[in-house]
């Protein structure tokens, strides 16, 4: 179960790391899909966000959502934030985590191979039926099924987004006639601090598990999060020694 949504961020979590300027420039793949005719016109829509192949959410919506967490967790080259870290793709997996058996809901264990020992982090595990009720209930919705209504209509995680995305779109061409992907940072963190705080607490929990996660679901590429926060991530089996444990400050 994802951890719930922290207390309302406000001015002061999104002004955590100071304000860096301007969007970060990236490649960006020809959009899904997207005819020779539009490709032009799709990719400056796109704005400079790299599209992953096979992403669950529609190229559009991937570039929003890439632009709204460089707006919460914004970093740079020296000091790594949401898109540094791939934070929008843990995000994208979670939402399509059904399009693989296992879904990619629970990595394995009890090791990820990165200090010795077997890598059965990435050895997803099977749900169960309650599990699998519940989790497709809340990425997917109740979709009118009668076993996942018993209390009441859900609205899945991926529409949710997906609504509050074309919301703060449409926030954005009001306010500075582009597309939110095409907006400079400064801009987008202007649109956040007016969202709506559910949305955004949420967003930003999503955001902070993408940058500093464990790399198996998808985000803190090559443990970019990790080495902002001075963290080693998973030790075992090596463990550490007793002075170690006793001494962290001597490394």
């Known amino acids: 179960m994802p951890p719930a949504p922290p207390p309302d961020p406000g ?3 999104l002004e955590r790391r100071g304000f860096l300027g301007g969007a970060l ?5 020809a959009p899904l899909g997207a005819s020779a ?4 016109d799709a990719a400056e829509e796109l704005g400079p966000w790299e599209i992953p192949e096979g992403t669950t959410l529609a190229p559009r919506y991937y570039a929003a959502l890439a632009a709204l967490f460089d707006a919460l967790i914004p970093g740079d080259a020296t000091e790594p934030g949401a898109t540094e870290a791939r934070a929008a793709y843990h995000l994208d997996q979670l939402l399509g985590a059904f ?6 809901i629970f ?9 010795g020992g077997l890598d059965g982090f990435s050895e997803f595990q099977p749900l169960t039926r309650v599990e699998t009720l519940r989790w497709r209930t809340y990425l997917e919705g109740s979709l009118g099924l009668p076993e996942r209504e018993w209390n009441g209509p859900v609205v899945g995680l ?3 987004y997906e609504a509050a995305l074309d919301a703060l779109e449409g926030e954005a061409r009001l306010s500075y006639g582009a597309g939110l992907a095409t907006l400079s940072r400064e801009q987008r963190r202007s649109l956040v601090g007016g969202m709506d705080s559910g949305f955004r607490d949420l967003a930003y929990v999503h ?3 993408g940058t500093y996660g464990d790399p198996v679901y998808g985000g803190n590429f090559e443990g970019r999060g990790w080495a902002v ?8 089996p090596l463990g550490f020694t007793a002075h170690e444990m006793a001494h962290p400050e001597d490394g």
């Not at 420039?25 to 793949?29: D, F």
């Not at 005719?37 to 032009?40: A, D, G, S, W």
């Open 25 to 29: 420039v990236l490649v960006v793949a």
């Open 158 to 160: 991926r529409a949710t």
């Open 11 to 13: 001015p002061a979590t």
């Open 107 to 115: 990595a394995g264990g009890p090791y990820s191979g990165r200090h």
């Open 207 to 209: 955001a902070v598990e």
């Open 229 to 236: 926060i001075d963290y080693e991530g998973d030790r075992q």
């Open 37 to 40: 005719c539009r490709r032009e």
């Open 99 to 104: 399009r693989t058996s296992p879904p990619r």
